[in-house]
């Protein structure tokens, strides 16, 4: 059994977030394995370099520095510099729980021949726990219903059993293969993963194993309702510019809308009974999930407004990829003369 990890943290602008996450590592099974700690940095100006400094002195970790980079090119600094067979990716945003590495590397190891990579479940805390809002935006957040059925979010509708999916968030990879489909994409601004997931399960055959016993403490950022909707923006505006790194469920707010579009104008009545009911099953759902009727009550405003930006998102990522395609036509056009 392999019990070396190379665990590679991406970030930017997030120091407090990343003390937090080293915190927890530290306090973890991690001092059971031969492991280094790769922070990689994309041009922060909080202070990431005193914190990993400071935790230098209890834990294996190196700060790799890339002046204005992504996601993307962070993680791949990470894979290249990485020592160990396994690969592991975590967020600064987040914290592990106690056994989180052990049972990581024994459940990729455990079944090798077949599976490619091993993702958490990720259980989802606002950055302000102590308020309401934010509460109810973290309950959202995992619901089906408000940002779509992701099995990695800790929801009560889907605590089932492990299985093989077609995507995960974070989790322990084998670095070989990573190095062999060229890492992440760095063309990619949003869900980069998608498009890595896809390329790795082609080249290995393998598939991808969503585990419940693998969990993370996932620190939502976005916890208030500017923030909430701001990302809903950028997301959907993302989804149309990269359509080719998207799943069929990212297009279904922009596919609703042209629907009641058309539905409004030929049976006006039914569309109304229709949002209705989606609203009250929604709400008792999400009241199932969090025991709090300002919660269930808060989605009535928060479902419209994160969906109406994520169309407006969808609608403003399609204007940028028609002029990119534009600006590219035109340099074609200017070369061949």
């Known amino acids: 059994m392999i019990n070396q990890i190379s665990v590679c943290i991406p970030i930017k602008n997030d120091a407090k977030n990343l003390d937090s996450l080293l915190k927890s590592i530290s306090v973890s099974d991690i001092d059971n394995l031969d492991y280094e700690i790769l922070v990689c940095d994309g041009g922060s100006d909080d202070g990431p370099f005193e914190v990993v400094d400071r935790w230098s002195k209890?834990?294996?970790?190196?700060?790799?520095?890339?002046?204005?980079?992504?996601?993307?090119?962070?993680?791949?600094?990470?894979?290249?510099?990485?020592?160990?067979?396994?690969?592991?990716?975590?967020?600064?945003?987040?914290?592990?729980?106690?056994?989180?590495?052990?049972?990581?590397?024994?459940?990729?190891?455990?079944?090798?021949?077949?599976?490619?990579?091993?993702?958490?479940?990720?259980?989802?805390?606002?950055?302000?726990?102590?308020?309401?809002?934010?509460?109810?935006?973290?309950?959202?957040?995992?619901?089906?219903?408000?940002?779509?059925?992701?099995?990695?979010?800790?929801?009560?509708?889907?605590?089932?059993?492990?299985?093989?999916?077609?995507?995960?968030?974070?989790?322990?990879?084998?670095?070989?293969?990573?190095?062999?489909?060229g890492g992440f994409n760095e063309l990619i601004a949003r869900k980069q993963d998608i498009d890595l997931l896809k390329r790795l399960r082609s080249y290995t055959k393998k598939k991808l194993l969503q585990s419940t016993e693998l969990r993370i403490e996932y620190i939502l950022k976005q916890d208030t309702v500017r923030t909430i909707l701001k990302r809903a923006y950028t997301q959907?505006?993302?989804?149309?510019?990269?359509?080719?790194?998207?799943?069929?469920?990212?297009?279904?707010?922009?596919?609703?809308?042209?629907?009641?579009?058309?539905?409004?104008?030929?049976?006006?009545?039914?569309?109304?009974?229709?949002?209705?009911?989606?609203f009250f099953v929604s709400s008792v759902f999400l009241y199932f999930e969090s025991r709090s009727v300002f919660i269930a009550f808060s989605y009535s405003f928060l479902f419209p407004a994160c969906h109406s930006c994520f169309v407006l998102g969808n609608f403003k990522g399609l204007v940028d990829l028609a002029i990119e395609k534009l600006h590219k036509k035109k340099k074609k056009v200017s070369n061949e003369i």
């Open 236 to 278: 959907g505006k993302l989804t149309t510019k990269y359509l080719n790194n998207v799943r069929l469920q990212h297009l279904l707010p922009i596919t609703a809308f042209g629907l009641s579009l058309i539905a409004a104008i030929l049976i006006p009545s039914y569309v109304l009974l229709f949002v209705c009911l989606y």
């Open 58 to 181: 209890t834990l294996n970790i190196k700060f790799i520095e890339s002046l204005n980079g992504t996601a993307s090119i962070n993680l791949n600094k990470g894979i290249n510099e990485a020592r160990f067979k396994v690969f592991c990716r975590i967020d600064s945003h987040c914290k592990v729980s106690s056994n989180f590495f052990s049972l990581g590397l024994k459940q990729l190891n455990s079944d090798s021949a077949n599976i490619c990579a091993v993702g958490p479940i990720i259980d989802v805390t606002p950055r302000r726990v102590n308020k309401k809002t934010a509460n109810a935006i973290s309950h959202a957040f995992v619901s089906p219903f408000f940002m779509g059925p992701s099995r990695f979010k800790a929801s009560k509708l889907f605590q089932s059993e492990a299985r093989n999916v077609d995507t995960l968030y974070l989790g322990f990879f084998f670095t070989d293969d990573l190095r062999a489909i």
